[in-house]
């Protein structure tokens, strides 16, 4: 298993910007393996959504979500077995806890972290 914690939540001003962490423990994949991490959000209320993804494979791949793309930005650094989500631009929809979901070469879909909580008031 991988047990993944999300970090970097918090408190912040319509426009501001957060960095959110997601670090991994456990089974890891080494480097060269394929992998997906995943960021998805959950608002009051609201079903749980994705937010962006982060592909290991030859390269790397990223894909997000069509209301942050240009806004958010994933990366990762496979030395620290970290995902990190940028966002900038941020608004108030963008309020919602925050998950990581760390796939393996065993278990694709990932496991879940326990979540970070971003509010963004306007």
């Known amino acids: 298993q991988v047990q993944p914690v999300e970090s970097g939540g918090g408190l912040v001003e319509a426009g501001g910007s957060l960095t959110l962490s997601c670090v991994a423990s456990?089974?890891?994949?080494?480097?060269?393996?394929?992998?997906?991490v995943t960021w998805y959000r959950q608002a009051p209320g609201k079903q749980r959504e994705f937010v962006a993804s982060?592909?290991?494979?030859?390269?790397?791949?990223?894909n997000y979500a069509n209301s942050v793309k240009g806004r958010f930005t994933i990366s990762r650094d496979d030395a620290k077995n970290t995902v990190y989500l940028q966002m900038n631009s941020l608004k108030p929809e963008d309020t919602a806890d925050y998950y990581c979901?760390?796939?393996?070469?065993?278990?694709?879909?990932?496991?879940w972290g326990q979540g970070t909580q971003v509010t963004v008031s306007s």
């Open positions: 456990g089974n890891i994949d080494p480097p060269g393996t394929t992998n997906t």
């Open positions: 979901r760390w796939g393996t070469k065993l278990y694709p879909p990932g496991y």
């Open positions: 982060i592909t290991r494979a030859l390269g790397t791949t990223t």
